[in-house]
């Protein structure tokens, strides 16, 4: 049973564009929520997280968005650049799982020149 | 200064062979742990380790045993090797509650 679900599975968009990568979650224990950024050959680098009493957060060109009574949460990247082109995972875990990290499935992300 | 360093990189070996990967931190992280990524990039949580006691227990083969002789090391011993054992294995460390979570950059098994 997949936890944690994400969409979509790839996305191209051009230099500036706004990539937008959505992922849901079923266990409503999960309150903690991480994006990491993976490049080829490299492990996974926390991008941004978020907490589930606010609704929205940005670090940078980064914006976590986070409706809990949908069980979702998005990343948004403004400004996109052909630096941001790599695999994207969302990831949720629950303070008494032990810093469990349940990855979703990954977003690849190709930003076009 | 490599945060959580893995060793080997890549790894190439042939069917029922044992093997072991092992992995450090000098992050004064408390907490270790090991992640498979397979062919399709999915990453699941294997193993983890507080204070050189094991915490999480995946449902893993027995073939995979994770030791932690200090808490700055975890090492994985992979016995009787199976093709179906090829993917990335990460280790990663974060303070016990989470913070600070940071990956390696990963150990490419290959089996033959």
């Known amino acids: 049973q997949q936890q944690v679900k994400q969409s979509p599975q790839s996305l191209i968009v051009q230099k500036g564009g706004i990539p937008i990568i959505n992922c849901a979650y079923e266990?409503?224990?999960?309150?903690?929520f991480p994006w990491y950024q993976q490049f080829p050959g490299k492990g996974p680098a926390l991008l941004i997280a978020i907490r589930p009493d606010v609704s929205e957060k940005k670090e940078g060109r980064f914006t976590i968005s986070f409706n809990k009574s949908a069980k979702q949460f998005s990343l948004h990247i403004m400004d996109s650049q052909p630096g941001d082109s790599a695999t994207y995972f969302c990831a949720a875990s629950m303070e008494t799982s032990g810093s469990r990290l349940t990855f979703g499935e990954g977003t690849q992300l190709t930003v076009n020149p | 200064d490599t945060a959580v360093s893995q060793t080997p990189k890549y790894l190439v070996t042939q069917m029922g062979n044992d093997k072991s990967i092992k992995c450090e931190q000098n992050?004064?992280?408390?907490?270790m742990y090991w992640y498979k990524q397979d062919s399709k990039k999915f990453l699941k949580i294997m193993f983890s380790y507080n204070n050189k006691e094991l915490i999480i227990n995946e449902t893993v083969p027995n073939r995979f045993s994770p030791k932690s002789p200090d808490k700055a090391h975890l090492n994985l011993h992979i016995n009787s090797l199976e093709l179906g054992d090829s993917a990335v294995y990460f280790c990663?460390?974060?303070?016990?509650?989470?913070?600070?979570?940071?990956f390696g950059s990963g150990t490419r098994l290959t089996v033959v």
């Open positions: 992050l004064g992280h408390d907490t």
């Open positions: 266990n409503t224990a999960f309150d903690y």
């Open positions: 990663a460390s974060s303070q016990w509650d989470g913070y600070g979570y940071t």
